[in-house]
């Protein structure tokens, strides 16, 4: 299996200038055996493989959140696994997030709602001393209010299991 490491967000990255001010932020990494795909068939391949309980705990989040009246997202899988990655441009749905960027190297998808705005990076980078491809999965979270405070309580600890299962799952 191989190794999924917490790690800093990525010096340089997009999604590092959006650190300012988060509420929430992490990062993981990972080493995959083939290095050739662009990000954003990083992150297409890490929802077609979401395990069925990160399926089944969106499910339950969006039957939670209806009640907030905030927004159903469906599933991190929930999109057309035969579209070409280079069909997908800047505004495109790709599951639960929007393409918000789209670069060989990085690609930005997120996510806003009254409660929060969610900005996750898909980060392709060369290991300088093994010379890997090393995908670094980073995510930050600024939230707007109380509700998006409280949002966060439960979703905090659960998002450390899911990045790094999905991780796995894609590699």
């Not at 997030?97 to 705005?117: M, P, Q, R, V």
Request: overall charge positive; aromatic content about 6%; hydrophobic content about 40%.
């Amino acid at each position: 299996m191989m190794q999924v490491k917490t790690c800093p967000v990525p010096e340089g990255s997009l999604i590092a200038h959006r650190l300012p001010g988060a509420y929430f932020y992490d990062a993981w990494s990972l080493e995959p055996n083939d290095g050739g795909l662009c990000a954003l068939a990083y992150f297409l391949r890490a929802a077609q493989t979401t395990p069925t309980w990160i399926n089944l705990l969106m499910s339950l989040r969006n039957q939670v959140v209806a009640h907030l009246g905030l927004k159903d997202l469906g599933h991190l899988n929930g999109f057309d696994a035969d579209k070409p990655v280079d069909h997908y441009k800047t505004g495109c749905r790709v599951g639960i997030f929007t393409l918000l960027e789209n670069h060989s190297d990085e690609a930005l998808l997120g996510d806003s709602d009254k409660h929060l705005d969610v900005v996750l990076s898909v980060h392709k980078a060369k290991n300088s001393k093994t010379q890997r491809c090393v995908i670094t999965v980073s995510t930050v979270v600024h939230t707007h209010n109380l509700l998006g405070r409280l949002y966060m309580l439960p979703v905090a600890p659960v998002h450390k299991l899911i990045v790094p299962s999905m991780l796995r799952a894609a590699a």
